[in-house]
């Protein structure tokens, strides 16, 4: 399974702006953006570079893909598989982001951050509709339920999680997470105004287009 292993905070700090891989930390003054706002490396805060229209377009895909833990394979797939949709390329090529496994225990709230639920997800936590998965990038429907196994609810990071409440983030509309029964219910296949993304998705299609 493929993965950016680059720091966290530096791949923040690279686009300039938070993109919440650490869960909690990313909340508090401890954030890399909040102490070093400017790209790594030693002339980093000396200059902030100029960007052509490429390297626009360059930039918001290296954040799509760091955002969502994607290597560059599996994100042209999202592009291609989003290409022969009706619809927009960029907010079909959204959607289907959004319907990650890793990304809707994130969206629920079961995870701090979608690394954190990857891991979750491919340590063989959930059932799917009674189903046992391992695929984080599995792609989920409207209907689709996700429960925690019942030999893993014993678990030190369920049990907590089951009593806990989230101050800095909300469960999305077309999702219902149940922390008591640890359950997540798709209720509606998620829309481009409820995902309220900050990715600008016309320039990636842009990019893969030329």
Request: positive net charge.
């Amino acid at each position: 399974m493929g993965k950016n292993l680059d720091p966290k905070c530096k791949q923040c700090r690279r686009e300039g702006e938070k993109l919440f891989l650490k869960g909690e930390r990313c909340y508090t003054s401890k954030c890399a953006i909040v102490k070093r706002n400017f790209i790594p490396g030693m002339h980093g805060n000396k200059r902030k570079p100029r960007l052509s229209g490429y390297g626009l377009q360059l930039r918001e895909k290296q954040k799509a893909k760091r955002q969502y833990g994607i290597l560059e394979k599996q994100f042209r797939l999202y592009y291609e598989k989003a290409k022969k949709k009706s619809g927009q390329t960029g907010e079909m090529m959204l959607v289907n982001l959004e319907s990650r496994l890793d990304n809707v225990v994130y969206r629920a709230l079961f995870a701090t951050s979608r690394s954190a639920a990857r891991q979750l997800a491919s340590h063989g936590n959930f059932q799917v509709n009674g189903q046992n998965v391992n695929i984080p990038s599995l792609a989920l429907k409207e209907g689709d339920v996700i429960t925690v196994k019942s030999n893993k609810t014993k678990n030190k990071y369920w049990s907590k999680l089951s009593q806990e409440e989230s101050a800095t983030a909300e469960v999305p509309a077309w999702l219902i997470a149940d922390k008591t029964k640890l359950q997540i219910t798709v209720v509606k296949a998620p829309t481009v105004a409820a995902i309220q993304s900050n990715l600008q998705m016309h320039l990636i299609v842009e990019l893969y287009s030329l």
